[in-house]
């Protein structure tokens, strides 16, 4: 996969790159991470990549010139057709039903914003999409940009040392993962849930999706309203749901 991020601060979207899973997925050829700054295509004397806006406001916006200029470049390094993102608070919402979509194309645009934003002409002609990564206001979108390579890129075939680790994340299936244990030096097997312990793997996988329900329900019930549980879910949930009273009533 090839990620193409436009962007004013290209050293902190190539070092972010170089990282964790993300940095090895590179090191193996799983992904490329390329940057393309517009103001080496601002064509005035000061490299200008930001004017005011029409209408007056506070701010300044990104102008269309360099950015279209820079955005050409970048389509052209590679014969392979690109889908353009625009990192934006006003696009959807990224969820990892999302990231698997954009973790199975060969190649990305991605548009880092910064001032108030893009001229909304050039996000008209040249951009295929806007995304967020949540409902809050950052500084210029290279974060953004970030989070969403790191996201597609350990989708890679071979990215993650273990396939089955991704399968198991929170989202996955729609819910959030369960708790997880492991050996301590000080702690010893001190509150561990005696399942984990027992060997018994189907007990384990059921507590563990007990707990994923159990956890969805507590902290993102949003991610239960409307949908389809098994027969199986459901009771596993209502057993936890159970548990979890008792508990409250009895400290």
């Not at 300044?60 to 950015?67: C, K, Q, V």
């Not at 392979?80 to 990192?87: E, G, M, Q, S």
């Amino acid at each position: 996969m090839r990620v193409d991020v436009l962007t004013l601060f290209p050293d902190f979207v190539q070092r972010s790159a170089a990282l964790g899973v993300v940095g090895r997925a590179g090191e193996r050829g799983l992904i490329e991470v390329a940057s393309w700054n517009p103001r080496d295509y601002a064509t005035d004397n000061y490299r200008r990549v930001d004017d005011r806006p029409f209408g007056g406001g506070p701010g300044m916006i990104m102008l269309a010139e360099p950015l279209t200029a820079c955005l050409n470049a970048a389509r052209a390094a590679s014969d392979t057709p690109a889908k353009v993102i625009y990192l934006s608070p006003q696009g959807e919402r990224l969820t990892q039903v999302r990231v698997r979509e954009l973790a199975a194309r060969p190649r990305l645009i991605l548009i880092c914003g910064r001032y108030e934003g893009l001229d909304e002409r050039f996000i008209e002609r040249e951009v295929d999409e806007e995304l967020s990564i949540g409902d809050y206001v950052l500084s210029g979108g290279e974060l953004a940009a970030a989070v969403l390579i790191d996201a597609v890129g350990r989708l890679q075939q071979g990215a993650l040392n273990h396939a089955e680790s991704a399968a198991q994340d929170s989202f996955e299936d729609g819910l959030l993962d369960c708790p997880h244990y492991t050996r301590s030096d000080h702690f010893g097997t001190e509150g561990v849930p005696a399942v984990l312990l027992s060997g018994d793997h189907a007990a384990i996988a059921r507590w563990r999706r007990k707990q994923s329900l159990g956890r969805t329900w507590l902290r993102r019930p949003d991610l239960l309203a409307g949908r389809t549980m098994t027969k199986q879910d459901a009771a596993l949930l209502a057993e936890f749901q159970a548990e979890h009273r008792e508990k409250a009533e009895n400290p």
